[in-house]
């Protein structure tokens, strides 16, 4: 058997004796439970929050579906906030219209004003550009000179004979900006929807035969016209969580009658759309035409081309086309003729091409996101001298990272957790150099250890926070934020349209730093933004040579090259705990929370997190918080399942996973403590949105550390292991990982096997495209 970090194998002496924290000898295990996969469970909700936390999922256990036509009561992360309008909006009377946003409904609407400004600089290519419109600094001077000579205002010989300018001088440092007030009310979660809108739906699906229940989901999913738009189209209640196309199909029969057929090109349509929405739920930004017309003739449509050429020509889904060997300009193409086949064609000589279907709203973000790239990479200003910040810095790779921004606009830097260091001393550099500066952090924990190195609390911000206006600077005179230097750390945690919205917002001459680590698990929404810039080469790159030091560092960089390699860890710093079975498993993490890590080690069971596979199953995360909650805080959970104490996650929008503590309930909502900042949640979006957190997957644990880190790896896991999975849940550990270990070989396996494309998107070739 291969050994395992810190010498032991399972089953092995050597083993029981490492897990001496957990005291194996002196605790007997209880009956094993069987172990049930997560096909087994029964569907807990239309919008639970494990549904919506298994949305950002590509780490949960495969389920017993068909990947590319999930049916009723998979992941309810689909209900993504629509980007036509917060819901909740709407409210009787407009009683509410001067209520201040809360930090979801700001982020809306700021996704809202970005596609907004997405589609007016389009309309802007389409028309003539005036010349010079787009120059700045030395350029439009440039051009200034020129049109002044052509004019007769001034000679040629003016210019010649006038002398040379001087060094521009440096900037001074401008004055800070006013620091933003941490309001003193808790923020309240976004409203629902209007309850006359939500007693509509409730007719029309009593109509069609649908439970009432849906009537809240449908109307948030599908705005204040929702009961028009489902008497209209009734395959429109595939937009609702929770709902499938065979539900759909027979709401549908039940209000048209039975003319209704499966090529029916409503049906069709939303078929379409259902699927394009779920790949994006698995991070693809796009999809193969091919994939999208298998999935449909199993849907029992007859003519899956002809449905494709539909939506295509109704304006549901945009078609691209990119070359199969390598990423092509990934631009939209028409859609094809009546008389035109939509399959790849390598006739004619020309280069094999392979068709590909997305949304418009992620096609957007992607040209947006390329398109200011390259706007900030050509607008860079290089009037300040960087040498002697560079010659300060405290390692090699802090110098050449300030050397490499001082000279270019956009630069992407790789390392580990010890090289989260190097953008910090940037910052500082920067800082001293006259220069607005500003990190930003996936969550709060990033925020907090950033703040900590570069001694600034004022320079470091989430990046949520920042897109919502809730943190950071705030905005100048022409909406960008206002600053010289951004530094975006967790880069590989970025989704598209929030890359796309934040570079939006940066004005010429911004600098701006991706900096992460390219081998843990992308982000929860779709696309895999760094990758693709790394791949594609748009900008200079900085590889950090900083090692990540100790035990941990050691086993998580062999993880990384595919190498699961034995560590010495004289002060228990990884331990392996063997365990048979699923229950087993259970009971032994308990055990290690509650009292072998806090006594062995000294780290209390508050700094102790928990990480698994998936959500379901006996030792997935709802059985082990259930387990842990019954040890660390029992109690009745009367708010909807939570008790003051509780550690539980908020997840205010899908993809966005918020660590908190509940301080109490009242008729007002869950009242939560989320790093020292009080929110709200409302009763009626508790089960939507808070989950317990003691145990969390490792996509909700991505961009965070903890002082100790149990990784419980049952035997009905294996399937769910890769490589990222493995480097992002054992990098969660600060000081001490234990590994609660059932999965045998399946361990060894999942690391030593390369890292698969697993996402299609095309902002690389888009990249690639502007960079000829």
Request: charged share 25%.
């Amino acid at each position: 058997m291969t050994a395992l970090p810190g010498g032991d194998t399972p089953g092995s002496p050597a083993a029981d004796d490492a897990g001496a924290v957990a005291d194996p000898a002196t605790v007997p295990s209880p009956p094993s439970p069987p172990v049930r996969g997560e096909g087994g469970e029964a569907h807990e909700g239309a919008a639970t929050a494990d549904d919506v936390a298994a949305a950002e999922g590509a780490e949960a256990a495969p389920d017993d579906g068909d990947d590319k036509t999930p049916e009723d009561g998979e992941s309810a992360g689909g209900s993504a906030p629509d980007a036509e309008g917060t819901p909740g909006e709407e409210t009787a009377g407009g009683e509410e219209a001067a209520a201040p946003l809360s930090e979801t409904e700001a982020e809306l609407a700021a996704q809202r004003e970005l596609r907004e400004r997405i589609e007016k600089r389009k309309a802007e290519k389409a028309g003539p550009i005036p010349a010079g419109g787009k120059l700045s600094g030395t350029a439009a001077d440039l051009l200034a000179a020129v049109r002044a000579v052509e004019s007769g205002e001034k000679t040629a010989a003016a210019f010649f004979d006038s002398p040379a300018p001087a060094t521009a001088p440096r900037r001074p440092a401008p004055a800070p900006a006013p620091t933003r007030p941490r309001p003193p009310e808790p923020a309240p979660a976004p409203r629902g929807p209007a309850p006359e809108t939500v007693a509509e739906v409730a007719a029309v699906l009593a109509e069609g035969g649908a439970p009432r229940a849906l009537a809240g989901p449908a109307a948030e999913a599908l705005g204040p016209q929702a009961a028009g738009v489902l008497r209209e189209d009734p395959w429109r209640m595939l937009a609702v969580p929770g709902v499938g196309p065979e539900q759909a199909d027979a709401f549908a029969r039940a209000l048209l009658g039975p003319g209704c057929g499966p090529d029916d090109e409503r049906r069709t349509t939303a078929l379409i759309g259902r699927l394009l929405e779920r790949a994006a739920l698995r991070g693809h930004t796009a999809m193969e035409a091919t994939a999208v017309r298998a999935a449909l003739a199993e849907h029992a449509v007859s003519d899956p081309e002809a449905a494709v050429r539909h939506a295509v020509a109704a304006g549901a889904v945009l078609v691209f086309q990119e070359d199969e060997d390598e990423a092509g300009d990934g631009g939209p193409v028409p859609a094809p003729e009546s008389g035109e086949d939509m399959e790849e064609d390598d006739s004619s000589g020309r280069e094999p091409v392979r068709v590909l279907l997305g949304l418009d709203r992620y096609a957007l973000a992607e040209e947006s996101l390329a398109d200011g790239l390259a706007r900030l990479a050509h607008a860079c200003e290089k009037g300040t001298d960087w040498t002697e910040a560079a010659a300060a810095a405290d390692s090699p790779s802090a110098a050449e990272l300030i050397r490499v921004v001082a000279a270019h606009g956009v630069v992407a830097h790789t390392g580990g957790e010890a090289a989260r260091a190097e953008p910090a001393a940037l910052l500082v550099a920067a800082r001293t150099l006259g220069l607005r500066v500003l990190g930003t952090a996936h969550g709060v924990d990033g925020r907090r250890r950033l703040a900590e190195t570069t001694g600034d609390p004022a320079a470091a911000v989430t990046l949520a926070g920042l897109l919502s206006g809730a943190e950071g600077p705030g905005r100048d005179e022409e909406g960008a934020i206002a600053v010289d230097l951004l530094v975006v750390l967790d880069a590989p945690q970025v989704d598209v349209e929030s890359a796309a919205m934040l570079v939006e917002s940066l004005a010429d001459g911004t600098r701006l730093v991706l900096s992460g680590d390219p081998g843990v698990l992308g982000s929860a929404g779709a696309g895999r933004v760094f990758a693709d810039v790394l791949a594609a080469r748009a900008c200079p790159q900085v590889v950090s040579r900083t090692p990540d030091p100790g035990p941990i560092g050691e086993l998580v960089s062999g993880i990384g090259i595919g190498e699961l390699n034995q560590v010495e860890a004289p002060g228990r710093e990884v331990v392996i705990v063997p365990v048979r079975d699923a229950g087993e498993a259970v009971h032994r993490t308990v055990q290690l929370v509650a009292d072998s890590v806090p006594r062995a080690l000294g780290i209390p069971s508050a700094d102790t997190q928990v990480i698994t596979v998936g959500h379901g199953g006996s030792a997935g995360t709802r059985a082990l918080n259930a387990a842990l909650k019954q040890r660390l805080n029992p109690g009745p959970g009367r708010s909807g399942g939570f008790d003051p104490g509780d550690r539980v996650v908020h997840v205010p929008a899908p993809g966005r996973t918020v660590p908190a503590t509940v301080v109490s309930a009242d008729a007002e909502g869950l009242h939560l403590d989320c790093a020292g900042e009080r929110i709200v949640v409302p009763q009626q979006r508790v089960a939507s949105s808070v989950r317990h957190g003691w145990a969390l997957s490792a996509h909700q644990a991505a961009g965070t550390r903890w002082p100790a880190v149990v990784v419980v790896l049952p035997g009905d896991a294996a399937q769910g292991l890769s490589r990222p999975w493995v480097y992002t849940a054992f990098g969660r550990a600060e000081r001490h990982l234990s590994v609660v270990h059932g999965v045998d070989q399946a361990l060894p396996r999942a690391v030593a096997e390369p890292p698969a494309q697993d996402r299609t998107t095309r902002l690389r070739g888009l990249l690639e495209a502007t960079a000829r």
